[in-house]
C-alpha cells in the first residue's frame, strides 16, 4: 500500500491476507484500499516513534535496532517509472524457487505478466487514458525470478519476504541447560527468568510459560517485545534488591495498535477467538470504506474485538473486557452505530 508508482506481486499463503490479524471479512474489508487513492493526509501517531535520525553532532551514520512500524521512515517508497500504483495477489502459494536473470533464461519459458494500470504518457496505444493492461510496456528484462508454488512465475527487481517469527535461540543453547519451548523459545516464568539462573529472556526469543490471563496470548510483535523488556529490566532490579514484584498490568489484556493501509487497527483480547474452541459468537459491523468492528462474546460476555477504521470504541470496549461484564441484555445495541454505548457504561 506505501509504495508508490510500482507493481507489486504479492504472494499469500492463506486463504486471505493478513491470515495472523484478521478474518476473511476484515481481510475483504480492506482489500479494495490497495487500488484506491491514497490519503491525502497521514492519520496522526499517538504513539512513541523510534527514528534512524542522528543528533547534529554526530556524522556517522549507524542503524541501530529494528523500528518496529516506523521502519521505513525516511525512505523514499515511489518508483523510478510513472506506473500507477498496483497490487496483485496470488493466494494460497508461496516461493518455490528463486531464480537469477542467466537461471531464468536457461529454463526458456515466458514469465507471467500481470494487469496494471499505466499513465497515458507510457501507454501502448495513444488515447486510452489511464487503463488496464496485460502486460508492461517496457521490455525488461529482470534482475531475478520468482517461481510460485501454484505455477506461476515473475521477474521482479528485489523480493521481500514476511513469513513470521522464529526465535533464534541457536546462539545460546550450546553449553548451557535452557528449557525451551514448543515453539521454539526460551521458556520464561512470570518474572522473565529463563531456566538458567540469572538469566533473564523478553521479546521474540522467549516463550512465556507460565499460565496466563485468559484475556491474554503470546504474539511476537514489536509492541509484545517492547513490554516485556520494561518487565524483564523491573524484575531484575527486584530479584537482585530481593524484593516482590506483581506481573505487570499488560499482560492482563492483550492489545495491540497499528496501522493497515492507512487504517487504524487494535486488536483486542481475543480477538480472533483463539482457544475459544466452538463455545463463542461473533457481532460485526462493517461500513464499507469506513469501518469494520468484529466482538467476539463469550457466555453473554464480550472478550475480544477488531476495529479498523475510527471507530472510537477502543477504551470502551477495552473496559467491557476487562471489567467481563454480563452484557447478555444488550444484544445487537452493542454495535448499533445510531447508539452512544458510552453513554451505557460511563
Given at each position: 500500500?506505501?509504495?508508490?508508482?510500482?507493481?507489486?506481486?504479492?504472494?499469500?499463503?492463506?486463504?486471505?491476507?493478513?491470515?495472523?490479524?484478521?478474518?476473511?471479512?476484515?481481510?475483504?474489508?480492506?482489500?479494495?484500499?490497495?487500488?484506491?487513492?491514497?490519503?491525502?493526509?497521514?492519520?496522526?501517531?499517538?504513539?512513541?516513534?523510534y527514528?534512524?535520525?542522528?543528533?547534529?553532532?554526530?556524522?556517522?551514520?549507524?542503524?541501530?535496532?529494528?523500528?518496529?512500524?516506523?521502519?521505513?521512515?525516511?525512505?523514499?517508497?515511489?518508483?523510478?517509472?510513472?506506473?500507477s500504483?498496483?497490487?496483485?495477489?496470488?493466494?494460497?502459494?508461496?516461493?518455490?524457487?528463486?531464480?537469477?536473470?542467466?537461471?531464468?533464461?536457461?529454463?526458456?519459458?515466458?514469465?507471467?505478466?500481470?494487469?496494471?494500470?499505466?499513465?497515458?504518457?507510457?501507454?501502448?496505444?495513444?488515447g486510452?487514458?489511464?487503463?488496464?493492461?496485460?502486460?508492461?510496456?517496457?521490455?525488461?528484462?529482470?534482475?531475478?525470478?520468482?517461481?510460485?508454488?501454484?505455477?506461476?512465475?515473475?521477474?521482479?527487481?528485489?523480493i521481500?519476504?514476511?513469513?513470521?517469527?522464529?526465535?533464534?535461540?541457536?546462539?545460546f543453547?550450546?553449553?548451557?541447560?535452557?528449557?525451551?519451548?514448543?515453539?521454539?523459545?526460551?521458556?520464561?516464568?512470570?518474572?522473565?527468568?529463563?531456566?538458567?539462573?540469572?538469566?533473564?529472556?523478553?521479546?521474540?526469543?522467549?516463550?512465556?510459560?507460565?499460565t496466563?490471563?485468559?484475556?491474554?496470548?503470546?504474539?511476537?510483535?514489536?509492541?509484545?517485545?517492547?513490554?516485556?523488556?520494561?518487565?524483564?529490566?523491573?524484575?531484575?532490579?527486584?530479584?537482585?534488591?530481593?524484593?516482590?514484584?506483581?506481573?505487570?498490568?499488560?499482560?492482563e489484556?492483550?492489545?495491540?495498535?497499528?496501522k493497515?493501509?492507512?487504517?487504524?487497527?487494535i486488536?483486542?483480547?481475543?480477538?480472533?477467538?483463539?482457544?475459544?474452541?466452538?463455545?463463542?459468537?461473533?457481532?460485526?459491523?462493517?461500513?464499507?470504506?469506513?469501518?469494520?468492528?468484529?466482538?467476539?462474546?463469550?457466555?453473554?460476555?464480550?472478550?475480544?474485538?477488531?476495529?479498523?477504521?475510527?471507530?472510537?470504541?477502543?477504551?470502551?470496549?477495552?473496559?467491557?473486557?476487562?471489567?467481563?461484564?454480563?452484557?447478555?441484555?444488550?444484544?445487537e445495541?452493542?454495535?448499533?452505530?445510531n447508539?452512544d454505548?458510552?453513554d451505557y457504561?460511563?
Amino acid at each position: 500500500y506505501e509504495i508508490e508508482g510500482c507493481e507489486v506481486i504479492w504472494a499469500v499463503k492463506d486463504k486471505s491476507i493478513g491470515n495472523t490479524f484478521f478474518d476473511a471479512g476484515a481481510a475483504q474489508f480492506l482489500i479494495p484500499q490497495l487500488s484506491s487513492d491514497k490519503a491525502e493526509t497521514p492519520l496522526a501517531c499517538k504513539r512513541t516513534k523510534y527514528t534512524t535520525a542522528l543528533p547534529a553532532e554526530r556524522k556517522e551514520s549507524r542503524l541501530g535496532s529494528a523500528l518496529g512500524p516506523d521502519w521505513h521512515e525516511g525512505m523514499n517508497l515511489k518508483a523510478a517509472k510513472e506506473f500507477s500504483h498496483c497490487v496483485h495477489l496470488e493466494m494460497e502459494c508461496e516461493v518455490q524457487r528463486v531464480l537469477l536473470s542467466d537461471e531464468f533464461k536457461q529454463l526458456n519459458v515466458p514469465a507471467h505478466t500481470v494487469p496494471h494500470r499505466i499513465a497515458p504518457e507510457h501507454s501502448a496505444t495513444s488515447g486510452i487514458g489511464n487503463s488496464v493492461v496485460a502486460s508492461c510496456v517496457f521490455s525488461v528484462e529482470w534482475p531475478v525470478y520468482v517461481e510460485l508454488t501454484n505455477g506461476k512465475l515473475y521477474g521482479c527487481d528485489f523480493i521481500i519476504s514476511a513469513t513470521g517469527v522464529v526465535p533464534n535461540v541457536e546462539p545460546f543453547l550450546p553449553g548451557n541447560n535452557f528449557d525451551v519451548g514448543e515453539d521454539g523459545g526460551l521458556k520464561v516464568d512470570d518474572h522473565m527468568r529463563t531456566s538458567v539462573p540469572n538469566v533473564y529472556a523478553a521479546g521474540d526469543i522467549c516463550t512465556a510459560a507460565w499460565t496466563p490471563s485468559p484475556l491474554w496470548q503470546q504474539m511476537r510483535l514489536w509492541t509484545q517485545a517492547r513490554q516485556m523488556g520494561w518487565y524483564a529490566a523491573k524484575c531484575m532490579v527486584a530479584d537482585h534488591l530481593g524484593e516482590k514484584i506483581e506481573m505487570d498490568f499488560c499482560f492482563e489484556l492483550f492489545a495491540h495498535v497499528t496501522k493497515f493501509f492507512n487504517y487504524k487497527v487494535i486488536l483486542l483480547g481475543k480477538y480472533n477467538a483463539q482457544g475459544l474452541a466452538l463455545d463463542y459468537e461473533l457481532m460485526l459491523r462493517c461500513t464499507k470504506g469506513q469501518e469494520y468492528v468484529k466482538v467476539v462474546m463469550q457466555n453473554g460476555r464480550m472478550v475480544g474485538a477488531v476495529l479498523i477504521g475510527e471507530t472510537d470504541l477502543e477504551e470502551t470496549f477495552e473496559n467491557l473486557i476487562l471489567n467481563q461484564m454480563d452484557l447478555s441484555a444488550y444484544g445487537e445495541n452493542l454495535l448499533d452505530p445510531n447508539i452512544d454505548i458510552e453513554d451505557y457504561f460511563d
